[in-house]
């Protein structure tokens, strides 16, 4: 009995070691197979994660470029919208620009008459030349001249002509309309016609002219309109110069018998050297 039960521990025994061969065999297979595919895990995924990486780094190179080109179209639009709204806000502050503004910023105008539409004793024209102090004064030199040969109270006039030089300050209180006061100096020639000459006996043939010189206040209102590209129009509704003092040529009176003529002669010098005067004076010129 107790031999039998030896050959069966031995049988046992014999057994279990053939178990525990084949179990550590099929163990090591399973290692060996896990470690193979571990491995290839790792190198498929090293591989992924590589190509994964140059994948992301070429679409972020992309994804920067786009946006470093959207973000410069951005930029180039935003400069011209700036520069657009720029340009037409200057564009709306010119145009809204007025007489006064204008003024504000010149220094120098020079305008011509060329024709003064209603003017005592006769028809003039000239020209100015202003200096800007500010955008509510200026002081406008102006010389106006004219001549013409006519008969005055039935007396017969070769020529009679007339010279203006004043100097007036220009007071503008609003944008255009202003008030104008200074000084004039006024010389009036008129030389007489030979239906008066021809009666004159023993007269010196260097004798035969009437000469006038008046030293006035001058007084007038105007309007004028300074333009944003320096073109100036204006206009001097009235002008008036009040004479303070006058030096007279009347020589030639004294040579003159005939009653008639010397009665006449007297009614022309009074309406010549009557209060002279402007109307509806007409300018155009250039505000630098």
């Known amino acids: 009995m107790h031999k039998a039960l030896a050959v069966d521990v031995e049988h046992l025994m014999k057994s279990g070691g053939e178990a525990f061969d084949s179990i550590k065999s099929k163990g090591q297979q399973m290692y060996e197979s896990g470690k193979s595919t571990t491995g290839e895990l790792l190198d498929k995924g090293k591989e992924t994660t590589g190509e994964l990486y140059e994948k992301g780094k070429e679409t972020t190179g992309e994804l920067y470029e786009k946006g470093k ?11 011209k919208t700036a520069v657009d709204t720029y340009d037409k806000t200057v564009e709306m502050v010119k145009k809204e620009r007025t007489s006064r503004d204008n003024r504000k910023d010149s220094f120098l105008t020079l305008n ?65 309309f202003n008030w104008k006061f200074g000084g004039t ?17 023993n007269r010196p043939t260097t004798l035969d002219l009437l000469e ?18 320096g073109i100036t129009l204006g206009a001097d509704w009235l002008d008036f110069n009040i004479p303070v003092s006058v030096e007279r040529n009347e020589i030639i009176t004294s040579y003159i018998t005939d009653e008639n003529d010397r009665k006449n002669v ?23």
């Open 266 to 288: 007297r009614r022309g010098i009074d309406i010549l050297t009557a209060l002279q005067f402007t109307a509806l004076k007409l300018q155009i010129g250039y505000t630098f």
């Open 69 to 79: 080109e959207t973000t410069g179209e951005i930029i180039d639009k935003g400069k």
């Open 112 to 176: 011509l008459s060329p024709f003064v539409y209603f003017s005592l004793p006769l028809p003039k024209s000239g020209f100015q030349i202003g200096w800007v102090i500010n955008e509510g004064w200026t002081v406008d030199p102006e010389y106006l001249s004219g001549s013409f040969g006519f008969d005055v109270a039935k007396i017969s006039i070769g020529e009679i002509s007339e010279t203006l030089i004043s100097l007036p300050l220009r007071y503008f209180p609003g944008n255009n």
């Open 212 to 229: 006038y010189k008046f030293y006035s206040i001058n007084l007038g209102l105007g309007n004028r309109w300074q333009l944003n590209n």
């Open 185 to 201: 100096y006024r010389k009036l020639t008129a030389v007489l016609g030979n239906t008066i000459l021809e009666k004159i006996v």
